[in-house]
T-cell receptor
């Protein structure tokens, strides 16, 4: 399958700072990327869907000013957690898809964010 | 509300033993069902998916899953587990055959003993 690389795999930051997580499709053009979050002992939940060159569509309950998503190119989407707080500590995972080519979205390996 | 339940958080089996991972879903429309596996440090990999037709679905790595509408279940099975199968397994449901907007279960961690 196609390769999606997510970076960093782990990050620790201080409360009040911002953290950027990158999601790259390495061998295909991802017109659509998805960002998920997993709370401890909870399901992975979709946060937002981003289409290249347009604004992300956020799921209900997700603060778009808190979780900034940029999908500026066909191979890169970024999630920035702004003014992070300990409750933002979580596992974040992205997936990338080109719906015109494949019905399958390919996942990155995830990022473990810890806010101290 | 749409949801996916994986009742078993952690399962341990011996290598060569059979395996069944449970998944139950609650979904208002026709469900599209998926099983993913995540090895440590790796992304989620699609094992198999179901959207219609034969209720027994074959996937990669020798896995299969059976859709039972009456039980709202989509259990994953493998007749003989290999040590390399140790990983986290996620069941998911979605609105279409595309693997987007998925609702995931909490995952089941599989440990395999030699």
């Amino acid at each position: 399958g196609a390769v999606v690389s997510q970076h960093p795999s782990r990050v620790i930051c201080k409360s009040g700072t911002s953290v950027k997580i990158e999601c790259r499709s390495l061998d295909f053009q991802a017109t659509t990327m998805f960002w998920y979050r997993q709370f401890p002992k909870k399901s992975l939940m979709l946060m937002a869907t981003s289409n290249e060159g347009s604004k992300a569509t956020y799921e209900q309950g997700v603060e778009k000013d808190k979780f900034l998503i940029n999908h500026a190119s066909l191979t890169l989407s970024t999630l920035t957690v702004t003014s992070a707080h300990p409750e933002d500590s979580s596992f974040y995972i992205c997936s990338a898809q080109n719906p015109g080519i494949n019905t399958e979205a390919f996942f990155g390996q995830g990022t473990r964010l810890t806010v101290v | 509300a749409q949801s996916v339940t994986q009742p078993d958080i952690h399962i341990t089996v011996s290598e060569g033993a059979s395996l069944e991972l449970r998944c139950n879903y609650s979904y208002g429309a026709t469900p599209y069902l998926f099983w993913y596996v995540q090895s440590p440090g790796q992304g989620l990999q699609l094992l198999l998916k179901y959207f219609s037709g034969d209720t027994l679905v074959q996937g990669i790595k020798g896995f299969e899953a059976e859709f039972k509408r009456s039980q709202s279940s989509f259990n994953l099975r493998k007749p003989s587990v290999h040590w390399s199968d140790a990983a986290e397994y996620f069941c998911a449901v979605g609105p279409t055959y595309n693997t987007d907007k998925l609702i995931f279960g909490t995952g089941t961690r599989l440990q395999v003993f030699p």
